[in-house]
């Protein structure tokens, strides 16, 4: 197996993409690059181009990351204010697990598209996963320098 290497001469430097502002159009739902355009089509599932700038999203690897972070922000908000609510009330079991069940619930399905936004954002900002704009031997190559 034969790999060919660029010359430094022949490198392009990648263009510097502002991370939290790609992190924030993604949270709100838009391209990370123009931020008008849609970045989902349905609840989760996003948009393979931006109908704006033509961006594509179809490569993102997300994968479970959003749901994770989810989980982390959920459990650390809804596991203090239980406890908070406890020490100052003598609510008893039946009524944390009426209260706190829904608002986890509901908390967790309010803030996994945001979070998944956010996270492609930033996969957009740092050219990971194919939003560099290099062919797959082209990033394969420059890793292994």
Same mark, same amino acid.
């Given at each position: 197996?034969?790999?060919?290497?660029?010359?430094?001469?022949?490198?392009?430097?990648? $263009?510097?993409? =502002? $991370?939290? =502002?790609? !992190?924030?159009? @993604?949270?709100?739902?838009? %391209?990370?690059?123009?931020?008008?355009?849609? /970045? #989902?089509?349905? #609840?989760?599932?996003?948009?393979?181009? %931006?109908?704006?700038?033509?961006? &594509?999203?179809?490569?993102?690897? *997300?994968?479970?990351?959003?749901?994770?972070?989810? !989980?982390?922000?959920?459990?650390?908000?809804?596991?203090?204010? *239980?406890?908070?609510?406890?020490?100052?009330?003598? /609510?008893?079991?039946?009524?944390?697990? *009426?209260?706190? !069940?829904?608002? $986890?619930?509901?908390?967790?399905?309010? /803030? /996994?598209? =945001?979070?998944?936004? *956010?996270?492609? @954002?930033?996969?957009?900002?740092?050219?990971?996963?194919?939003?560099?704009?290099?062919?797959?031997?082209?990033?394969? &190559?420059?890793?292994?320098?």
């Amino acid at each position: 197996m034969t790999f060919k290497t660029l010359a430094p001469e022949h490198r392009q430097k990648p $263009v510097h993409r =502002p $991370v939290l =502002p790609a !992190i924030l159009q @993604g949270f709100l739902g838009n %391209c990370p690059q123009c931020g008008t355009g849609k /970045l #989902f089509g349905r #609840f989760v599932k996003t948009n393979d181009t %931006c109908a704006t700038c033509g961006n &594509e999203f179809h490569h993102h690897r *997300a994968d479970d990351l959003p749901a994770y972070l989810v !989980i982390l922000i959920v459990g650390h908000i809804v596991v203090g204010a *239980a406890m908070a609510v406890q020490m100052t009330t003598d /609510l008893g079991m039946w009524w944390h697990l *009426a209260i706190w !069940i829904p608002i $986890v619930i509901l908390a967790a399905v309010f /803030l /996994l598209q =945001p979070v998944k936004g *956010a996270v492609i @954002g930033l996969q957009w900002a740092l050219y990971m996963h194919g939003f560099g704009g290099d062919t797959e031997e082209e990033n394969q &190559e420059l890793h292994l320098k």
